[in-house]
């Protein structure tokens, strides 16, 4: 390695989503513990309240538990995204930015709960992610498309694409995609249009603030191309 070079230090992030699983699955299972004891001594109502407070923790919990321990990883040749139904792996020289999403609202510009990845070639992307995590995001991205409707009226443009739901998606060699995996790079293609963003990552994935998390990975992917 050239003295010019930096080694980058792997770095894995955990989601806020699955902070104080283990807390909300103790108190839920203490709760339900009590409730029984308080049916048992005929307190029906003080009992039924808290079995069913202490049932609704408790899967709170175990959701929480369910989500994976990390939901990103940075690495020096990838930046992976980690979601229970699956992994997936993004080249750093495939990734152009990324950044906070905002849309107009009013007088102003608000927020989205999403950072937006901008990529160079969505192929690499479709022919990679695992089926069921395609699933789970074009779900997800619903909201999004709604969201991006409400764009597309705000500054007056066409909308009828994105109230159609697409079965096939052409890629960048014109190849035909078809199946699940078309339907969701179809739905990518449409929020792009408005939103302007290949991949949306929730900011509840992050274990810091945005800002933060947005520095961290622009460092990693400078470090890539002063590595290549």
């Known amino acids: 390695m050239s003295k010019d070079k930096m080694e980058l230090k792997p770095t894995k992030i955990r989601p806020i989503s699955r902070r104080n699983h283990l807390f909300f699955s103790l108190l839920g299972f203490t709760a339900v513990f009590v409730g029984l004891i308080l049916q048992e001594y005929s307190l029906k109502l003080p009992g039924l309240i808290l079995l069913v407070a202490g049932l609704a923790t408790l899967m709170l919990g175990f959701f929480k538990w369910r989500e994976p321990e990390f939901s990103f990883e940075l690495n020096e040749q990838h930046f992976i995204w980690h979601l229970k139904q699956g992994s ?15 849309v107009n609202k009013g007088q102003g510009k608000t927020e989205l709960y999403y950072l937006g990845l901008k990529l160079w070639n969505l192929t690499p992307i479709i022919e990679n992610v695992p089926l069921r995590m395609a699933k789970s995001l074009y779900h997800e991205y619903r909201s999004l498309l709604h969201v991006a409707l409400l764009e597309a009226q705000f500054r007056g443009d066409d909308v009828n694409q994105l109230q159609e739901d697409a079965d096939h998606w052409i890629d960048q060699q014109g190849l035909k995609v078809t199946d699940l995996k078309g339907v969701f790079a179809a739905r990518l293609h449409q929020l792009k249009l408005f939103l302007g963003a290949d991949l949306y990552l929730p900011v509840t994935s992050l274990d810091r603030n945005q800002g933060d998390f947005i520095e961290l990975f622009l460092s990693f992917k400078q470090q890539y191309e002063l590595n290549k």
């Open 88 to 102: 997936l792996e993004i080249a750093w020289d495939n990734i152009i930015d990324l950044r906070p999403l905002a």
